[in-house]
């Protein structure tokens, strides 16, 4: 069984930032694909960014520019740097694993976004 445990979430001003991690128990982490998702209350749960196998990147609409996914295969662990962040970012952020055959999921950190 794969566990995702993620940190760094809490509150912060419009305009600042947060890091968010996630570190996997899982070997030959470095072949999975990961991505961050975030919930807002009553929304449905919306893709943020994903980070694949060799690094390419790739991100919504809504966080191109202010946000950035990264990886650290060495130390099983996936980031998400927010900066800029705007009232409408608060919400539960989840991480994901997919193996390509079965997705795991963390148990979420909440953003929140208030002056």
């Known amino acids: 069984q794969v566990q995702l445990v993620e940190s760094g979430g809490g509150l912060v001003q419009p305009g600042g930032s947060l890091r968010l991690s996630c570190t996997a128990s899982?070997?030959?982490?470095?072949?999975?694909?990961m991505g961050w998702y975030r919930q807002a209350p009553g929304k449905e749960r919306e893709w943020v960014a994903s980070v694949y196998v060799g690094g390419i990147t790739d991100y919504a609409d809504s966080v191109k520019g202010r946000f950035t996914i990264s990886r650290d295969n060495a130390k099983n662990t996936v980031y998400l740097h927010m900066n800029s962040l705007k009232p409408e970012d608060a919400a539960v952020y989840y991480c994901?694993?997919?193996?390509?055959?079965?997705?795991?999921w963390g148990q979420g950190t909440q953003v929140t976004v208030s002056s």
């Open positions: 899982r070997r030959f982490f470095s072949f999975n694909n």
């Open positions: 994901r694993l997919n193996t390509g055959y079965e997705l795991y």
